[in-house]
Structures are given as structure tokens and as C-alpha cells.
């Protein structure tokens, strides 16, 4: 491993921050989210509605506990820390001309704290969480003007933070919006709420073709102010398999994984793939897409490739195999026979994660930055004592098939940041008993707790892996 690969943590604004209203903050589409559980999906609200709990308001209070959080970072040792700047705390509406200084001050401190602990911020722009207001004044990404706002917003972070960060990802998981079936995801990706009945998916193609051009054109900005920035694009690495060696299971696994692939071919090689082009060609899709926006695409090309790991997907083309039926994974997803699942149903499988590295590495032969793994579980509070060995068990073998990948076949990887380091509340359900850290906070899925911190089992263990480079596992 080499010796200054990026092990740390990654968790979002607007996931643990709280206070929603802080510091002359903005509403954000987070804000409008109910909370929901594995079997009942959160509702995005007309507004901030009475008698409707928002977990996100509150999240873990890292707004003000964030500088003992970062103590406890330093005592495992992270090297890095991923986090998101919440453009609502910066343009609480999101289209005016000046920005806000609470917030700015707010991340100004965050960084030095981080910094001064020894640890690099790696930092996304958008994590789920544009100002809510251009949602219901302009239509969030459907909107052409939704570039130059996000431009705007970026240009002030970039110019602000410039010295004191160096890894910058533009929009965390920009192809989630393609499980177009599930309000969730363009919602949160996109600040899109469809119209009944409205043909759902070529919405989301221009909406992400938008989301393109911003995010070159924040490159291309990045890249001439600072030589030292390395900007990256972040997207759900979800590798398809094909459920049987039946060619047709097989086509349809190299289909899906175009939904991943599309977004990474363009963000890396800097122009639209054939097979995507050809399929708005055959369903007679028309998009705005002007030579200007090509010409910025081919120009704001990324640096790395940060990419999220959770889970594999295992589709069938068979109309008689039985279908998960669940809108996280698509409509193709069965179970894999050779996999367990988490009690969320995400499929565990270490060995994706090589699969996918070297997918990535033969494809486009760029750095890479694994921003997000983890596992998530109701861990157990037993007298201050948190025994989360399945946690450990979970992230020991995820890490052992990173290393092969880098070092038996040579994928070059900076970094490693586990999700939700300090216990967060989850982006799916809303929940907090969905916990993912290495830190405990004493907070229930109602709001209620001491918000308190404690130590797990994997607090320990994690720390030794980073003090030995992965070594000792
Ligand atoms: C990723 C997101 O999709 O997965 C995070 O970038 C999210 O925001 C994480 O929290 C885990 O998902 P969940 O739903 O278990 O919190």
C-alpha cells in the first residue's frame, strides 16, 4: 500500500450537521424529508409541515459537536475526511448574487479544525442537499439556470477554500437519479418532483445532462485556479451480474451496468458513449444540449474517479425468476444465492469491490478514491459498550479484497474513507438505528437522546489498521 493512501471517514452535511436553521441557513431539500424504515419509503413534504418529523433537522449536532467528533477522528488516526458543503448554509436560496458569511465561516473552522488534527478535507459540493427554493422557483436540475447557480456556489467555496483543500468531488452519486421509479432518488439528486403520469426518465437524462456541464465547468474553473486541486466526479459503484450464463441474463447485465458507466465515460473521457446516444435516438428523445455544453464537457474532464461501494446486483432477464421488487436495485434485481444481505437487504460481497476496481482501472486507467463503504446495523448499546464485531468482520474483508485489487492486479487507489465514521442518520429510511460508525451517538430514530458519543469495537480496530497501513486487518 502506498504510503500516503488516504484512510478516513466520509459522512455528509446534511446527514449529521443538524441545526437546519443555524447561522442564517436556508432551507434545504434534505429538510423536507420525513423519516421512513426499510419497508416504508421517506415522504418528501410541500414544505416544512406541522406534526411531520424532519430527523435531519437535528441530525447528530456535529454543527456544534464537531470539534470533539474530530478529536476521536485523531485518535483512530484519519489521514483524511469526507464531507459536504451545504450550499444552502452558503446561498440559503440558492440564486443570489452574495453569499452568506456565517456559513462560509462555519467551513472556514471545520477545515482549519480538520486540518489542524492532521486530516485532509475531501470535499463534495452537492450530497443530496440543493437550497429547497429552487426547487419550487425554478424546478431544481430540470432548469438550465440550475448551471450558473451551482457555478456560482462552487466558484465562492473554490476561491474561499482553495489552500485548504485539495480533493473535491462535484455530486455524490449523480446516477442514483436513474432508479427514476423510486421519488427518492431524483429528488434528491436533482430536485425533481414529477408531474403524474409524466414519462419519467428522459426528464432525468436532461436534468442529468445539466448536472454535466456544471460539473466541467466547475472542473475546468478548478483547475486553472488552483494547479494543487484535484476535482472528481462520485457515483454509487453498484456492478451488475448476470444471474445465469443464459446470454440474455448477460446482455442484460452489460445494459445495466450502462446506467454506472455512462456517467463515468463522460466525466472521464469528456463526450457522450455511442450506446447512450443511440438509445435517445431510438426512443426519439430530444434534449437541450448545445455545442457549447459539448465543448465544456470535452474541457472539464475529472482527475479521479471516487466512487461509493455498497453492494453488487444480481439481474435476471427471466420472466419466471422471481424479482426483488425492490426500486433501490432496478427492476431486474433477484437474489444472489452466493451473497447474504444486510437487514436492509443490501447484498454483502467483498469481492465486487475488486470486481469493480479492476473494471474501472482497465476502463479508464485513472487514479481512483473509494469515498464510501460501510455496514450498516442496529448495533447493540450494552452499558456504554458497543460489540460490533460484524462491523468488523464486514469492513476486514472489504479492505482484504481492496488490497488484492491494488496489489495483485495493480489498480491504483488514494484512499478509503468508511461511510458514516460517526454514526448518521440514513439517506434512505431516515433512520438512526441504521448506524454505520465507529463512534456511538445516543440518539433514537424519534430525535430523542443524550446525542453522546461512545466508542465501538471498531473504533479500536479501525486505528490499528490505519497505524499499519492496512497491515494488520
Ligand atoms: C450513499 C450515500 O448512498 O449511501 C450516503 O452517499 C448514504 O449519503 C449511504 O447515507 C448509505 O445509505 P443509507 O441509506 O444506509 O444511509
Redesign the pocket.
Known sequence: MRKDFLWGGAV?AH?VEGGYDKGHKGLSIADVLTAGDVHTPREITDGIQEGKFYPNHEGIKFYDHYKEDIQMFREMGFKCLRTSIAWSRIFPKGDEKDPNEEGLKFYDDLFDCMLENGMQPVITLS??EMPYYLVKEYGGWRNRKMIDFFYNFCKVVLDRYQNKVKYWMTF??IN?QMLVENDLYPFTNSGIIFEKDEDRLPVVYQAVHYQFVASALVTEYAHKLNSNIQTGCCV?ATPNYPNSTNPDDILLAQSEDRKLLMFTDVQIRGHYPNYLLNEWKNNGYQFDITDQDLEVMAKGTVDYLGF?Y?MSNTVSADPNVKKLGDDLQGNYAVDNQYLKTTD?GWAIDPKGLRYIMNMYQDRYEIPMFIV?N?F?YADKFEDGKIHDQNRIEYLKAHIEEMKKAIEEDGCDCIGYTV??CID?I????GEMK?R?GFIYVDRNNDGSGSYKRYKKDSFYWYKKVIETNGEEL
Open positions: 455528509a446527514q450530497h443530496f455524490n452519486e442514483n454509487a461509493t455498497y436492509w464510501e460501510g450498516g461511510w458514516g448518521p440514513s439517506f434512505t429510511t441504521k454505520y
